[in-house]
């Protein structure tokens, strides 16, 4: 078998990674020892990997800094609409192959590095991912977000997860930036107006990171902040002998900003989440209107008095209900900072703010009880009280008598225990509402919001996701990308529409062949990392079929395993038969508090213990659970997979992105008609998927019907035996009810109907064994599916958005490069 050529010899071979050039190859080597030397204090004889990783992140970084500062004298000298999104999320991954690709350095770096001895990927493997956030939605500044990992027969248990233990080369502190944030106190109405007073104050300090532009010299920044508390927080008591007190409350005050709720798609109140949001919100806000006052015109610097062009000049995106905090905080500011009336606080406010659902899962949804808010944020408390009043006079007056519409769309829910609903909050002071993917926006406007919708349809707009090609393709697929462009030119990778130009490629021997001998090449390639992470001897001829994602059973891992189980059983039965082998791998992580989920997790590592050391099974089929999968595994993975799973009942699953990483790499998707997979289909031809299983609509009228697992169970033998080794103990030997609690979930209370589709899903995986079959015919379906993926590309997402929710038009200008000639 060959060698599978390793990324950096890829990467010799092609041109969409800009060229190494001699000068640049020097040039980047003298930084590179000047880096070691001067900022490491490291000579060669005793540096370490790290250093050397560290070396050569400030080079690039180097690269970055001319262009960034550029970038900001820019906007200042233009004085551009700017747009803020606030996320309590940002999923980034590793920043230095990143950043190589888009200022076209990699195979200059490539040479560097090679020409001094050391070896690009293991420098590439020392960097962290940037420990961000948890799930679909993108990521959070907390410094120990959970690492997953699998001990004692599978129980996945968490640990800290410290990526800035090493520090981070890429972002800058801004001390000089640092503002209050205040929590708890009182208020207090003044003939001078409404006063928040005896507040608890906590300082923000802002990190910037660099997020460079596709070869366009356009540096921009993600902002996140880190909880300080201010030097004479607690000061009284050092002056009563309470010295060791106040250090723990100061330790308190910085625990803002020092862990993430691991928790996704799924609603967990605590106070310090709730302090976490409005601690983002505040800080963000200040910053927004500090820019905005102290912003350029023309030639003269003069500062802006008036906030009533705000909405003209701030565009405040709020991605999902956790930074909605930000709209009572805008009316304090407003009213009780700025003094304006109330009725032209709610215009600018509305209009400045815009709203993001990402889920229709109502355990997702966010309410906060009164009593927190009333603690923690009295004042805000007071706000969204009269948003809500007001709200329901416009509301009562549309519809008079209809107190239980009142009911539905208050932002006040009685009950109990009184809450505030966030969403309804995020709707009711946006002017605009968008949902992730065409059939989830259709599902907020039919169902989750439509009060709000009856009142507001202008209101509602679809913006369906994108991934960016140059992370998830040129970058973590150089093969693939270089074989694109030998066929369309590059450009592609700024315009991703133009993969449409492969269609006249459909029957190209040739290209057929290169497709499928980069998926070779990356299989092989993933196959050694597989062996050596988990040693499991895998069939690199096998389909490679993969399911990556939260675990949660609205995504249905657990039909997938119901689809390991019966094939096994099947090749027990007939082991003589020709059976299309495959490695099956589902990795995920689950909220730590997701009894189900974890135990979903034992449930598939248990399978693979029996299938994977079953020798009349053998190399026809594995089963691995990818354990911490985080952006970097996905980098590895999803080029190498040949099947895309993607299998959440319908009407679940908001859109899904790596549904779209799965199809730019060259997958085929198995998924029912739910998310983005729905245009997915339409771009690329349902038939160049395998869909199967019910429709929204058939999910609806099973709701009003009834479902009943058992008549599932009773009425097919291949769920009924595999429902009974589980049930039985033949997964777990030693503990025969260890999964009760799944079978009797399965068979009780199902929400997410898993029966009801398994004799579809079993149809079409049948289906998808038989057309591996005919690689030609395989690979065919492949390349329908990359010609069709220009709609799913972020290029096309934010230009949606600057144009129909920002008021901006997206510009292709690119910025004139700085005069230092490293820049």
């Not at 998808?768 to 220009?790: D, F, H, M, Q």
């Amino acid at each position: 078998m060959p060698k599978p050529l390793t990324d950096q010899e890829k990467r010799k071979q092609i041109s969409v990674r800009g060229l190494a050039g001699v000068e640049n190859v020097s040039d980047l080597k003298t930084n590179f020892n000047r880096h070691l030397h001067f900022t490491l204090v490291k000579d060669r004889n005793v540096a370490t990997k790290r250093d050397y990783y560290f070396a050569l992140a400030n080079t690039v970084r180097d690269h970055l800094v001319g262009r960034w500062i550029r970038t900001q004298q820019h906007y200042y000298e233009k004085d551009p609409k700017r747009v803020y999104y606030l996320s309590l999320e940002f999923y980034m991954g590793r920043t230095l192959q990143n950043t190589m690709v888009n200022l076209a350095l990699e195979n200059a770096c490539d040479e560097a590095i090679y020409q001094l001895g050391l070896d690009m990927e293991e420098l590439q493997d020392i960097e962290e991912d940037a420990g961000l956030g948890n799930g679909g939605l993108g990521r959070l500044a907390g410094k120990f977000p959970p690492t997953l990992k699998i001990i004692d027969f599978s129980l996945q248990v968490e640990e800290a997860d410290d990526w800035l233990r090493y520090g981070n080369p890429w972002e800058k502190a801004r001390p000089e930036y640092m503002r209050p944030v205040h929590f708890y106190g009182r208020v207090e109405h003044t003939p001078e107006g409404v006063k928040w007073v005896d507040t608890q104050v906590v300082l923000a300090l802002p990190y910037d990171t660099p997020i460079p532009g596709y070869r366009n010299n356009v540096v921009n920044t993600m902002r996140l902040w880190s909880a300080k508390a201010p030097c004479d927080f607690n000061l009284k008591d050092f002056n009563v002998g309470g010295y060791i007190q106040a250090v723990l409350d100061r330790n308190l005050a910085e625990n803002i900003s020092r862990v993430l709720y691991p928790n996704d798609n799924f609603f967990e109140g605590k106070e310090l989440r709730l302090k976490q949001e409005y601690f983002v919100v505040a800080a963000t806000l200040q910053d927004i209107i500090r820019r905005f006052k102290s912003s350029k015109f023309g030639s003269t610097e003069v500062v802006r008095v008036d906030l009533s062009t705000l909405p003209e000049k701030v565009a405040i995106q709020l991605n999902d209900t956790h930074p909605a905090m930000a709209i009572p905080e805008l009316m304090r500011i407003l009213v009780d900072t700025e003094h304006l009336t109330w009725e032209k606080a709610w215009d600018i406010c509305t209009r400045t703010c815009a709203y993001t659902n990402h889920t229709v899962l109502p355990e997702a949804l966010e309410r906060w009880p009164t009593d927190l808010l009333q603690n923690l944020l009295p004042r805000h408390l007071e706000i969204i009280y009269e948003i809500n009043r007001r709200h329901l006079e416009r509301i009562a007056k549309l519809y008079p008598g209809d107190d239980d519409r009142l009911r539905r769309m208050s932002l006040v829910e009685e009950g109990h225990q009184k809450k505030i609903n966030m969403a309804h909050l995020c709707i009711v002071g946006s002017h605009a509402v968008n949902g992730v993917a065409r059939i989830h926006s259709d599902i907020l406007k039919a169902t989750l919001f439509k009060d709000f919708y009856e009142v507001d349809p202008d209101k509602f707009q679809n913006k369906t996701n994108g991934i960016t090609p140059r992370r998830w393709l040129v970058m973590c697929n150089p093969g693939l990308a270089e074989v694109i462009a030998e066929r369309i030119g590059d450009d592609y990778i700024r315009d991703l529409d133009q993969l449409k130009k492969l269609l006249e490629f459909v029957d190209d021997d040739s290209l057929i062949c290169d497709i499928a001998k980069i998926k070779q090449e990356n299989k092989l390639k993933f196959s050694a990392y597989l062996e050596e992470q988990y040693k499991v001897k895998i069939n690199p001829n096998s389909m490679f079929d993969v399911q990556v994602k939260r675990i949660h059973e609205y995504k249905r891992q657990l039909l997938n395993c119901l689809h390991i189980i019966t094939l096994y059983n099947r090749i027990k039965k007939e082991p003589n038969k020709d059976w299309t082998p495959r490695t099956i791998m589902i990795g995920g992580k689950a909220a730590p508090g997701y009894h189900t989920a974890k135990l979903i997790i034992r449930l598939i590592t248990a399978i693979g213990e029996i299938v994977n050391n079953d020798p009349v099974v053998g190399d026809r089929l594995k089963v691995i659970f990818l354990e911490n999968y985080k952006v970097t595994l996905a980098e590895r993975i999803i080029p190498a997979s040949d099947l895309s799973e993607q299998i959440s009942t319908a009407g679940t699953e908001a859109s899904g992105t790596g549904n779209m990483k799965f199809m730019l790499n060259g997958a085929l998707t198995i998924g029912t008609m739910d998310g983005a997979n729905v245009e997915m289909a339409e771009e690329a031809g349902e038939e160049n998927l395998f869909i199967f299983g019910m429709r929204v609509e058939d999910v609806e009228a099973m709701d009003k019907s009834g479902y009943d697992a058992m008549e599932y169970y009773n009425r097919i033998p291949e769920l009924k035996q595999a429902m009974d080794q589980i049930a039985g103990g033949f997964f777990s030997p030693d503990q025969h009810d260890l999964f009760k609690d799944i079978v009797n979930m399965l068979l009780h209370h199902d929400r997410f109907k898993v029966f009801a589709d398994y004799e579809a899903y079993i149809k079409c995986q049948d289906k998808v064994s038989a057309l591996y079959r005919n690689p030609k015919e395989w690979t065919k379906k492949v390349i329908y599916n990359i010609a069709s993926c220009g709609k799913f590309s972020s290029d096309r997402t934010i230009s949606q958005y600057a144009r129909e929710i920002w008021g901006m038009e997206p510009s292709l200008e690119k910025i004139p490069a700085p005069d230092d000639p490293r820049q």
